[in-house]
């Protein structure tokens, strides 16, 4: 969804009533799984459905808040009764005013939650998220000459607001907290940088000042998995991706990932999925088509 030069701020609010986009200037409508570059917010204020992000599909519950980054796959299916607002945002205009604010904290770590990036609402958060995505609305059709620092503000405090709920999911569900904690979001976030390039843990560990060996026992000891197994998970996602968007060759794909032996990529990419790679792309083709 591009963001034109002349539009001040980088950010957008859709009204969505049923299987609709309340509004005109919303470029696509898609029964197909399609990523963005950009971060949408899906804030679920009624009704049902089903999401589908990064080939994990789970019911619309509402209210709920469901929060894509740029680059991962979804499929949004609304039923006839669903409502509520997509929230968009540019990484232009994140990284630009919200420098150093990360809105979920070691977000591949709460891909792992029960309910992965999703956030159900009770009754008191539900109040406040909806009057500030009311008050940020507001605030786009006001568009004068203080309109766009108002915005910000209320984005940084909705942002905060999220980050502040699930962190709070993250300690429920026994995640350890402190040194350990923020060692495992620093790899993750490393892999999630390096994945093409980096495929070894002793150089994920020479990055980040530790010992493979002591790496794995941080990994293991909040994951249950080992650092290697984290990297694979993270390329096997990649090559999923690139399965189903790109017209790349399954050699391709795997040089793609770094992986010089493209026979050994497809014997792991099968340990992990259950098909070959040729397999999961017609799946895939077969379900969407």
């Known amino acids: 969804l591009p963001f034109s030069e002349n539009e001040k701020t980088g950010i957008k609010i859709y009204r969505v009533q049923g299987s609709e986009i309340r509004r005109r200037d919303y470029p696509h409508k898609t029964e197909l799984p399609h990523k963005h570059n950009y971060y949408e917010m ?14 994990v599909s789970r019911p619309i519950v509402a209210p709920s808040i469901h929060f894509i980054r740029p680059g991962q796959v979804h499929l949004i299916r609304r039923g006839d009764d669903y409502k509520g607002y997509l929230v968009i945002f540019s990484e232009e205009f994140y990284n630009l005013r919200f420098q150093n604010l990360e809105i979920i904290p070691g977000y ?138 790109s017209d790349l060759s399954n050699k391709e794909v795997a040089y793609r990932l770094n992986y010089e032996d493209p026979s050994y990529f497809a014997r792991i990419f099968r340990k992990k999925t259950g098909f070959t790679p040729s397999a999961f792309r017609a799946k895939m083709k077969d379900n969407y088509s």
């Open 108 to 245: 591949p770590l709460v891909t792992r939650l029960e309910d992965g990036p999703i956030l159900k609402l009770g009754k008191e958060q539900f109040d406040e998220f909806f009057q500030l995505v009311k008050n940020i609305e507001k605030e786009l059709e006001t568009k004068d000459a203080d309109s766009e620092e108002i915005i910000v503000s209320y984005l940084k405090i909705f942002f905060l607001k999220l980050r502040q709920n699930f962190s709070k999911l993250v300690n429920a569900q026994n995640q350890p907290v402190g040194t350990i904690q923020s060692k495992v979001y620093e790899f993750n976030q490393l892999v999630d940088r390096y994945y093409g390039q980096i495929n070894q843990v002793k150089e994920y560990a020479e990055i980040m000042g530790e010992s493979p060996v002591q790496l794995n026992r941080i990994i293991k000891s909040v994951t249950g998995k080992t650092a290697s197994d984290l990297i694979i998970e993270r390329l096997i996602l990649e090559a999923k991706r690139l399965l189903l968007f």
């Open 42 to 55: 899906c804030f679920f204020t009624g009704g049902s459905g089903e999401h589908e992000i990064d080939f």
